[in-house]
């Protein structure tokens, strides 16, 4: 069964706003997703549509989950530093003043979850499928790159706090005996 | 009432607890939300996977397991299997917690002897819930 980009948005939607509203009592409003066919995944946070390899030019954490089986792909979310800082504290339910140790594992485990919950409706029409442990980014001026070219499905959530974006690549793994030494599926 | 975990005058006694979870954000939350759930706990344990859970369950029994599954080195699963194969350690309650939440893991947990399964992301109250009938 196909997975669409309008069935990865309503599941995107779905599923960050039941992490945000549970595990940290936010309300958030999701804006439309949309298609972006680029090689890199960071950057165009905080609604920019550019095309191309981007650079983060503000303080910005981004967490990793990698994604395999049937489909292969990836899912990052990721927002300025302040706002994972508010996202982190409403989840340990304390002030969070600075990105530390404790806000890097708290953002890894909102994209362990909201990814992992994606991934757990994405199961029932491909079968199963595997998560990788989170990889949590922090920084400016940094450029995330994925191999190849993939189309990458894109939502942004508003929050009071600030602006979340989640954004999730998804492609059809291809069977061991047709990939070659010099492919690779998408990684980040 | 009496119960496991309640005195012959029926009041609550205090649980030792085990949190086993690769995120540090969700062990900390999980000893929150047992607070918030009025759990009388006692001392609260904390592992990042299944191996090192284990080993200080071995020197340091408890009376309730809340337990993720995806980890690394040993995942939930594995953990509750030799949990169950162990002699002193098969009747202590294990609560899976975790973002696995298709039949088949919820079904595989259970028939490996998890007396509960929660999914992420998760409220006070359906801790609570879960907790209730089993202690």
């Known amino acids: 069964m196909e997975i669409t980009h309008e069935y990865l948005v309503g599941q995107i939607q779905s599923t960050t706003l039941d992490v945000l509203s549970m595990m940290m009592g936010m309300e958030a409003a999701c804006q439309d997703g949309f298609r972006q066919s680029v090689d890199s995944a960071s950057g165009f946070a905080l609604g920019q549509t550019q095309v191309g390899q981007v650079r983060c030019d503000r303080e910005t954490v981004e967490a990793f989950v990698g994604i395999s089986g049937p489909m292969v792909g990836t899912g990052v979310v990721s927002c300025e530093a302040s706002t994972a800082c508010k996202l982190a504290g409403a989840m340990l339910m304390t002030e969070v003043s600075s990105v530390g140790a404790d806000v890097l594992d708290a953002m890894g485990e909102v994209a362990n979850m909201i990814i992992g919950n994606l991934k757990t409706h994405i199961e029932e029409r491909v079968g199963q499928l595997w998560l990788s442990v989170p990889s949590v980014v922090y920084g400016r001026n940094f450029t995330a790159r994925t191999v190849g070219k993939f189309e990458w499905t894109v939502v942004q959530v508003d929050l009071p706090e600030g602006k979340l974006v989640v954004k999730v690549c998804l492609t059809e793994a291809k069977p061991a005996s047709a990939r070659t030494n010099a492919e690779s599926t998408a990684t980040v | ?109 259970v028939s490996l002897g998890a007396a509960g399964y929660v999914r992420k992301p998760f409220t006070a109250e359906q801790i609570k819930e879960k907790l209730v009938g089993i202690i």
Do not use: F
């Open chain 2, 1 to 109: 009432m009496r119960g496991k975990y309640r005195d012959g005058e029926g009041k609550s006694m205090a649980l030792d607890v085990m949190i086993v979870d690769d995120s540090a954000a969700i062990r900390k939350i999980l000893q929150r939300v047992l607070v918030q759930a009025e759990v009388p706990i006692g001392k609260v344990h904390e592992a990042g996977d299944g191996t090192e859970a284990l080993q200080k369950l071995r020197a340091d029994p408890v009376g309730l397991i809340l337990s993720d599954i995806n980890m690394p080195t040993m995942d939930g699963l594995e953990l509750l299997s030799k949990l169950k194969a162990d002699a002193t350690l098969k009747d202590v309650p294990v609560i899976m917690i975790t973002t696995e939440g298709g039949q088949a893991k919820v079904l595989e947990a």
